[in-house]
């Protein structure tokens, strides 16, 4: 199912051919930055690779083997591109206002997953706040839900 994705950021994201397509680099785009959200304190750990498995799991209505597949291939991606803009801009330009936010949410409880912020987490989730087109506000009530709910 994946195994198509491993390039499909190759000729500049070129336009998908079908919506499977479509579904399918969004989701490996979110997973990208959901990865380089726990990578981004240099202390990727086990419990942070099962809390995003258990995410991305149910939120795109995967198997093990599904979300597995997925997140390889997105964290290849996200290892060979080095810069997020380009995951976060296929974001942007596809998503609603409110998917976005669901997002930046998700990218949260990873951040504070450990229960520690981190000044790279937190630039790095300004960062991607200022790429998403999502205010300043927005994103700092998005920080302290999640903050309040202990995830």
């Given at each position: ?6 390039g499909?950021?190759?000729d500049k994201?070129?336009?998908a ?6 579904l ?18 240099n202390?990727f750990t086990?419990?942070?690779?099962k ?13 093990a ?19 997020l803009?380009?995951?976060a801009?296929?974001?942007n ?16 409880q ?24 999502v ?17």
């Open positions: 199912m994946f195994e198509s994705l491993s499909f950021f190759k994201m070129a336009p051919e079908s919506q499977a397509d479509d399918n680099h969004l989701q490996v785009a979110t997973c990208a930055l959901l990865l380089e959200a726990a990578h981004a304190d202390d086990e419990e942070e690779e809390v995003i498995a258990g995410m991305v799991g149910a939120r795109f209505g995967l198997d083997d599904q979300t597995s597949e997925l997140l390889h291939v997105a964290d290849e991606e996200r290892r060979q591109r080095g810069d803009y380009q995951f801009r296929l974001i330009e596809t998503f609603t206002h409110s998917r976005k936010l669901a997002v930046l949410e998700l990218l949260w990873v951040v504070y997953n450990d229960g520690v912020l981190e000044a790279r987490e937190d630039a790095l989730m300004h960062k991607m706040g200022t790429l998403l087109g205010r300043h506000e927005e994103l700092m009530a998005l920080k302290l839900r999640v903050k309040r709910s202990g995830s």
